[in-house]
């Protein structure tokens, strides 16, 4: 991950931007929020699943919460969702695929910083779709829903797929920017293809939904 | 707890099993999950409260996340639980005794790892209790219960218990198998005996119930 | 910090008590708990904000969670609140004052905690708000209850700001127990402005409320 360390900070920021401000707009439709709590569930939601990461591998203060930059673009993206939030709403293909965009590309870093931590390679698949998915999770903790991760649409899938590439390329000594945008594309295509054809992890067996 | 290394793996892993399994029924019960969805419950059932404890006193990562033989353990109890769930719903005494072996085990472990540590006597006790009732705390959040330890039952006073034996033995420097096999059993009689006879912790005085 | 030790202590301890107190009370209020259930609450209301700023700076074990005298205070907030709580709850105003002593010297103990493990000053002011709020967050969501800081009344906002103070006071070179207690106070005074004339934060533009 080092070759290319600029673009993957902007990536990085990119996603954490936009987890932030589909967060607030998602937290903002299904309740009451003033100006603090869009901002608070927008933070949640960027930098949730790397600080949960990051407080099971040991990298303490985690490194979302210690760099000004994440903050601060996090901030942003809530912000802006309070204040657009209505117009925001309406943007769903866009948001859609910017959140696939974050999703793919925190599998991949997660899944890579684990690694680097001295995690086995399960470990690190599940901590690459926790950096995924663990923000989205807290967030609709706090808001009393569900989270949505548990039992709709493909959404950890893609994760444990582009995490389990990522693992793959490092221990067969081939991970490099390629192989890091090449993993982040494959999430990021399956994540697309469940949006676009509905699809769904398997439900129990023969049980009523 | 050296001595039978092999006899408390073995033990351990049973109880994440039964605790993944019975976690992800309770779970299916409650609420619609696809199989992501009852894996992570199952999981979180099973290895959360260990987590929890280790993230307390400072073991990171945490021993359950990162042994394998604890995660397959914990996928198989989710994954037969998503699998045979209607079926597994009808065995309720089975699981409710695997249940409260699992929370006996885990309150005398976790207090006595806490011990280990370092950490002051009550502080183990709440530990021991934590590694017993968290996971289960942890699921009900997700599946937006009211955590039961919180309202029902006697789940939380035997763990106390266990682990407040536990913690005797070592500081009395009785602490061996045969010491730990009995605060594990005293958890054990108190849980049975509160499903038994329908014991609840005191409720509020005089409060409408 | 090191001027008035004891005075510190006595106050930490004050607010550990009444927010415990506060806690367990509102939880009462909310829904059905048995005896372990209101001290539990109490407990995590008390001491949670003050763990996960722990965690996040990696401080572990966690400082109120080693010291027996917080635990003992917390349970005793817990007790107290489980066999008072009807007639607790009519002493809205002296509970009201003492959660904003509680929130006000938490919110500067934790920024100042923040800024001794080596924090940038928004991670300071960050966490002394977390100190503050976050166990009662931490309690809401247990409960099922949809955070109150997220959406009602001005509560974050004076942490921040007396996070703030303490910030630039210690920034300054001037922090000692008359810039702590000032920091203290000015966040005491806005929160119970806010108590006093109703004041929320913003909503969002235009939004159906």
Not at 41 to 46: E, K, N, P, Q, S
Not at 62 to 80: C, E, K, N
């Amino acid at each position: 991950m080092t070759a290319q360390p600029t673009l993957l900070l902007v990536l990085d920021l990119a996603g954490t931007f936009v987890f932030a401000l589909d967060g607030a707009v998602t937290a903002l439709r299904v309740t009451r929020l003033d100006i603090v709590g869009a901002i608070t569930l927008g933070m949640v939601t960027a930098i949730g699943g790397g600080i949960i990461r990051d407080l099971l591998i040991g990298a303490v203060p985690p490194a979302t919460f210690s760099d000004w930059r994440y903050l601060a673009v996090a901030t942003a993206g809530g912000l802006i969702a309070f204040g657009q939030g209505r117009w925001l709403q309406r943007l769903t293909l866009p948001i859609t695929v910017l959140d696939a965009a974050g999703l793919s590309l925190f599998a991949v870093t997660g899944a890579s910083k684990a690694l680097d931590y001295g995690l086995g390679a399960i470990q690190a698949v599940i901590l690459g779709a926790i950096t995924g998915v663990g923000g989205g999770t807290m967030r609709d903790v706090l808001i009393r829903r569900i989270p949505a991760v548990l039992h709709r649409g493909l959404y950890a899938i893609p994760a444990i797929i582009g995490a389990g590439i990522t693992v793959a390329a490092v221990r067969g000594g081939v991970f490099g920017p390629i192989s890091a945008v090449a993993a982040a594309a494959v999430c990021f295509l399956v994540r697309m293809l469940g949006v676009r054809y509905d699809l769904n992890a398997p439900g129990p067996p023969r049980a009523p939904r």
